[in-house]
T-cell receptor
Framework: KNEVEQSPQNLTAQEGEFITINCSYS?????LHWLQQHPGGGIVSLFM???GKKKHGRLIATINIQEKHSSLHITASHPRDSAVYIC?????????FGAGTILRVKS | NAGVTQTPKFQVLKTGQSMTLQCAQD?????MSWYRQDPGMGLRLIHY???????DQGEVPNGYNVSRSTTEDFPLRLLSAAPSQTSVYFC????????????FGSGTRLTVV
């Protein structure tokens, strides 16, 4: 069974700050997803990673396969970034999810 | 609009009642899955399907049934609702669990009284 740990569980930041959310997993995977869930409840896929680094706007995601670790970075954070960020790992035919990081960005 | 359509958005059931949550996608995705989301816990996989006619159990399958007669549809049936099944349910589809374009439905908030 793959265990997925996210940290921190809760994060409050001031607008403009650089934010890092971490995800660790215990078993080899085929891919890792970063998802965003807004207060309204909808879930959106941000990134899918199998190696290296991806960037989309102010969001950057990295993965280190050897260390079984991934990070999601938000540069120049904004109140609209406030959401729950979820890490999910794909192994076999299944996705296993972390518990999520609740991010609040204050103006 | 292309995507995953999940119905209903809200439902209240009495203990022992049965119901079906509907999920349909129009992206020709082979992989479809159902999750439940409970406070303080991550999304947990209930059942999944890798194509029409093929389904398998996830982490928390007890009390739920699925079928996949077409590529587009993947309904989730609650056989005899229990208060422990009060949760938010999400359907999702993609070309595979490790593939790009993982798309979630908008969720169903189910309360069992």
């Amino acid at each position: 069974k793959n265990e997925v740990e996210q940290s921190p569980q809760n994060l409050t930041a001031q607008e403009g700050e650089f934010i890092t959310i971490n995800c660790s997993y215990s078993v080899g995977i085929s891919a890792l997803h970063w998802l965003q869930q807004h207060p309204g409840g909808g879930i959106v896929s941000l990134f899918m990673l199998s190696s290296g680094k991806k960037k989309h706007g102010r969001l950057i995601a990295t993965i280190n396969i050897q260390e079984k670790h991934s990070s999601l970075h938000i540069t120049a954070s904004h109140p609209r970034d406030s959401a729950v960020y979820i890490c999910a790992v794909a192994y076999g035919n299944k996705l296993v999810f972390g518990a999520g990081t609740i991010l609040r960005v204050k103006s | 609009n292309a995507g995953v359509t999940q119905t209903p958005k809200f439902q209240v059931l009495k203990t022992g009642q049965s119901m079906t949550l509907q999920c349909a996608q129009d992206m020709n995705h082979e992989y479809m899955s159902w999750y439940r989301q409970d406070p303080g816990m991550g999304l947990r996989l209930i059942h999944y399907s890798v194509g029409a006619g093929i389904t398998d159990q996830g982490e928390v399958p007890n009390g739920y049934n699925v079928s996949r007669s077409t590529t587009e549809d993947f309904p989730l049936r609650l056989l005899s609702a229990a208060p422990s099944q009060t949760s938010v349910y999400f359907c999702a589809s993609s070309y595979g669990p490790g593939a790009l374009g993982y798309t979630f439905g908008s969720g169903t908030r189910l309360t069992v009284v």
